[in-house]
């Protein structure tokens, strides 16, 4: 089953019934999509041919990229592998995952599409903040995006996900393989540009079934991360998601661009009283820096790349979840 989830359009002001519903989906599901948002389709297809000529080359040529730029098959999973493009600077990340093995021209030019890229990601990510921040009232975007949101960078991964040819399958062969396991993001917001494929799917808020998230012509896909979570006191959620790959005939690739957008580490995340509101309830996430969580999350076996076992809700929650 997919879930229906609601549509913005980024470049129209959003009124108070947007608004509501903006907040409604965040709550509910942790996930929405935004239309005109400036990545144009021709970017996406240029993005996707320089990537594939990557992908394309042996495993011991993308080696040479490192660890902090390429993660190979079989580290989060069999099938997928990821290029890894870091701000603020995305021309300098991106030229020295690739000098090792392309012509000066080729270098340049993928650079280039890299930090054009990253820049428009970067714009859209502030867009989309402030509009959540609206939704709690105008007085919360005026008074702490600025001071909160104003130092946050972001990056973004190149996925390629090999999918296993129908004709190859065996009897005892499974027909949905998991791409990548179930995860929460260790950012503020996501945003996913996803091609026709499909396969994420997110799980339902009382943890028992997954809902499919297709894709739709010229929208891309916005989640919640369990940094924003934790900074709105848990209010807006960060859900379990992964990707799951489907046997075809003819396709044998899954392409998607993940941009992660994240304070930075020596931030200290802590909700204000006014998102924390009145009430019984009160303050469940106790104050900690960004770099100690991301820290834990990379070195917890669990918790190792993007897999869940261990996410905010373990590292910073100071309320009893039962």
């Given at each position: 089953?997919?879930?229906?989830?609601?549509?913005?359009?980024?470049?129209?002001?959003?009124?108070?019934?947007?608004?509501?519903?903006l907040?409604?989906?965040?709550?509910?599901?942790?996930?929405?999509?935004?239309?005109?948002?400036?990545?144009?389709?021709?970017?996406?297809?240029?993005?996707?041919?320089?990537?594939?000529?990557?992908?394309?080359?042996?495993?011991e040529?993308?080696i040479?990229?490192?660890?902090?730029?390429?993660?190979?098959?079989f580290?989060?999973?069999?099938?997928?592998?990821?290029?890894?493009?870091?701000?603020?600077?995305?021309?300098?990340?991106?030229?020295?995952s690739?000098?090792?093995?392309?012509?000066?021209?080729?270098?340049?030019?993928?650079?280039?599409?890299?930090?054009?890229?990253g820049?428009?990601?970067?714009?859209?990510?502030?867009?989309?903040?402030?509009?959540?921040?609206?939704?709690?009232?105008?007085?919360?975007?005026?008074?702490?995006?600025?001071?909160?949101?104003?130092?946050?960078?972001?990056?973004?991964?190149?996925?390629?996900?090999?999918i296993?040819?129908?004709?190859d399958?065996?009897?005892?062969?499974?027909?949905?393989?998991?791409g990548l396991?179930?995860?929460?993001?260790?950012?503020?917001?996501?945003?996913?540009?996803?091609?026709?494929?499909?396969?994420?799917?997110?799980?339902?808020?009382?943890?028992?079934?997954?809902?499919?998230?297709?894709?739709?012509?010229?929208?891309?896909?916005?989640?919640?991360?369990?940094?924003?979570?934790?900074?709105?006191?848990?209010?807006?959620?960060?859900?379990?998601?992964?990707?799951?790959?489907?046997?075809?005939?003819?396709?044998?690739?899954?392409?998607?661009?993940?941009f992660?957008?994240?304070?930075?580490?020596?931030?200290?995340?802590?909700?204000?009283?006014?998102?924390?509101?009145?009430?019984?309830?009160?303050?469940?996430f106790r104050?900690?820096?960004?770099?100690?969580?991301?820290?834990?999350?990379?070195?917890?076996?669990?918790?190792?790349?993007?897999?869940?076992?261990?996410?905010v809700?373990?590292?910073?929650?100071?309320?009893?979840?039962?």
């Amino acid at each position: 089953m997919s879930v229906e989830l609601p549509v913005f359009d980024i470049s129209k002001p959003l009124n108070e019934s947007s608004l509501t519903s903006l907040q409604d989906a965040c709550k509910e599901w942790g996930f929405f999509y935004v239309t005109n948002h400036g990545i144009s389709g021709d970017m996406y297809q240029k993005l996707r041919r320089f990537s594939g000529g990557i992908f394309g080359l042996r495993d011991e040529d993308k080696i040479k990229m490192g660890a902090s730029n390429y993660t190979p098959r079989f580290i989060a999973s069999p099938f997928f592998e990821s290029l890894r493009v870091s701000g603020p600077d995305f021309y300098a990340s991106a030229k020295s995952s690739i000098d090792a093995f392309s012509d000066q021209a080729t270098d340049e030019e993928f650079s280039e599409l890299m930090k054009e890229y990253g820049e428009k990601m970067t714009e859209l990510c502030e867009k989309i903040m402030k509009a959540i921040l609206s939704s709690f009232g105008e007085d919360l975007h005026h008074k702490y995006y600025k001071s909160e949101f104003g130092n946050c960078h972001g990056y973004f991964r190149i996925n390629n996900y090999t999918i296993p040819l129908e004709q190859d399958h065996q009897e005892d062969d499974v027909d949905l393989l998991e791409g990548l396991g179930m995860h929460t993001d260790m950012s503020c917001i996501t945003i996913v540009d996803q091609d026709d494929i499909g396969g994420l799917q997110v799980r339902t808020r009382d943890g028992i079934g997954l809902m499919d998230i297709n894709p739709k012509d010229e929208a891309l896909v916005v989640n919640v991360g369990d940094l924003l979570h934790a900074w709105t006191n848990g209010r807006l959620r960060s859900s379990q998601h992964r990707v799951v790959l489907k046997r075809h005939s003819f396709v044998e690739n899954r392409f998607s661009l993940a941009f992660f957008w994240c304070f930075e580490d020596q931030k200290v995340v802590f909700a204000p009283d006014e998102v924390v509101g009145g009430g019984e309830r009160g303050r469940v996430f106790r104050s900690f820096k960004c770099g100690d969580y991301l820290r834990f999350r990379e070195s917890n076996e669990k918790g190792k790349f993007e897999k869940v076992g261990h996410t905010v809700e373990d590292f910073a929650r100071t309320e009893d979840r039962n």
